[in-house]
């Protein structure tokens, strides 16, 4: 699986990226989100069921267990790290991605969920085909940022801008986007 980047592990299906990020590209504070939208947290279990999901330790740990419905897969480079029951543990992208793809023939999974954090993200963004984007109208302080992305090199598919409802600190939109030929290299500001 050496520098594959053609958004599919090996032997297995595509790579997604599920993201929340505000405006001014931040996606967490203090080891958890600076937001509540209920609706994302919706959409983030809808998308994510019944599939692997890569994370890194950070990001697990924001969450504090294991998801039900899914195989949580967590990437820490600490070989002596032990993980929660029902956690899987990767010491590297690679070795990851081979668990991932494993796991996902396993449970007949259309894809491989990449669930952050920003290490993560900037790690895999060249492989990943598809992007699942909750964009946040607001710039919170954070800690945490998404990695620059070319935003030339991606094709909006669909999008729903939502107002906030009972339960969501702010107005977002939920924006699907997959990878159009590479040939493209400007960098854009977010859409």
Not at 54 to 77: D, H, N, Q, V, Y
Not at 117 to 132: C, K, Q, T
Request: proline letters at 6%; zero cysteines; hydrophobic letters at 45%.
């Amino acid at each position: 699986m050496n520098d594959k980047k053609d958004g599919a592990a090996e032997k297995g299906p595509p790579l997604a990226l599920v993201v929340a990020v505000a405006e001014n590209g931040v996606i967490g504070k203090e080891n958890g989100l600076p937001w509540h939208i209920s609706s994302d947290l919706k959409r983030f279990r809808a998308l994510t069921m019944g599939k692997p999901l890569l994370m890194g330790r950070k990001t697990f740990e924001s969450i504090g267990r294991a998801l039900p419905g899914r195989e949580t897969i967590l990437i820490s480079r600490d070989p002596a790290f032990v993980p929660s029951p029902g956690v899987h543990h990767a010491v590297t992208i690679d070795s990851a991605l081979a668990l991932a793809a494993a796991r996902a023939e396993v449970m007949k999974a259309d894809e491989i969920i990449i669930a952050g954090g920003s290490e993560i993200f900037a790690a895999l963004l060249d492989r990943v085909n598809r992007m699942y984007v909750t964009f946040i109208a607001a710039a919170p302080k954070g800690d945490v940022f998404f990695p620059s992305v070319d935003w030339s090199n991606w094709e909006e598919i669909h999008r729903e801008d939502h107002l906030p409802q009972k339960g969501d600190d702010a107005a977002f939109s939920f924006v699907d986007f997959v990878r159009r030929d590479a040939s493209h290299h400007a960098t854009q500001a977010m859409p």
